[in-house]
């Protein structure tokens, strides 16, 4: 009974290794199959040309291009400070007394030579008083002195009186007419002084200023009244030492002066010859048109005063880039796959202002690097890398033309 089971088990055992032999074959021949196509896939890549790396670009916005032409370039000087009047007063206290009366008030108008005020007077009064009187006695000396001198010369001759006794009157009359004419010059000063207690306007304006009020002891050559004339107001203003050298008298200025809707013309009148001692700055003189309706001391003003006019090559301020050691600006030429950025290097010549567009714009000018007609990256471009693409406005991306023209 065992022998027959042990000899029925041998067949299946048979079978059993061939199919296991069976599985591990079809294993190794599917891995040989895919290593196969691995390597077939690989060498078809590796067949490919290497793709390059994508080039950046930039979409170009209208308000980023710029035009290099030639244009009228000012060269202007900025100025700004506060109005004054060319011909301003201050009425003092030409002797010290109570201001007993004060007849105007600020913005009241007066003429050279009107009564503004009065100083108290009556302790000029008596000084006037007590000179005369003085001047008086000195008189009377002076003529007693006199007679006794005509007494002496005629005693002299008669031989009564010795030569000594004429020669004491000649000097006794001599000091006696020093001592008049000292007295009368005492008179003079005692009715000045009287006069001076009356207040008179030195010139024709307005009050701007009562810097004193009735019942106020004014001491000598205390501030009681300012006017000015505000028929002729300038302009004082600091002009930097480097700028100073382009400014000449009959310039022209445009100014706006604060409260006035319309900008005001003014001209260079004066120009100091002399610089300020801490600034080095010169101070130049702007006369404003004469009796101009709203403008008034103490209005400040601001504005420029136009040098000179050139004809040149300028861009804007903004698009010359100065973060390397020469200034540039970034140009747009045309590459092998379209418009792209160029860093030109440029010579700069005198900054100024250019119209453009029916305003005036800061530009600088332009004196080699670039051509009339060159086209420029403006400064709302920003700093943009060399090379870079550039996509114009109402142009389309190379990748999106490259991607139309396959399909």
Known sequence: MPQSRLNCSRPQRFQQGRLHWSVWLLVLLAALIAAGVYRARAARQAALPAAAPATPQLRLAAS??????????????????????????????????????????????????????????????????????????????LDIARRNLENSRGLVSQGFVSSTALESAVATEASAAANWQASSAAVDLARKALADTRLIAPIGGQVSQRLAQPGERVALDGRILEIVDLRQLELEAAIPSEKAAGLAVGQTAQLTVDGLAEPVTALVQRINPAAQSGSRAVLAYLRLPASLPGLRAGLFARGSVLMDERETLSVPLSAVRVDRSEPYVIKIVQGKEGPEAQWQTVVLGVQGQVLRH????????????????????SGTAGTVAAGTRLVLPGSAPASAAASTASH
């Open 358 to 377: 029916g305003r005036l714009q800061a530009a600088v000018e332009l004196k080699s690097g670039v051509q009339a007609g060159d086209r420029l990256l």
């Open 64 to 141: 980023d291009l710029l035009q290099v032409q030639s244009g009228r370039l000012a060269r202007s000087v900025d100025v700004s400070g506060g109005l004054r009047a060319v011909d301003s007063a201050v009425v003092k206290a030409k002797v010290a007394a109570e201001l007993k009366s004060l007849l105007v008030r600020e913005g009241d108008a007066v003429k050279a030579g009107q009564l503004l005020g009065q100083l108290d007077p009556a302790e000029y009064e008596m000084r006037l008083r007590q000179a005369e009187q003085t001047a008086a006695a000195a008189k009377a000396q």
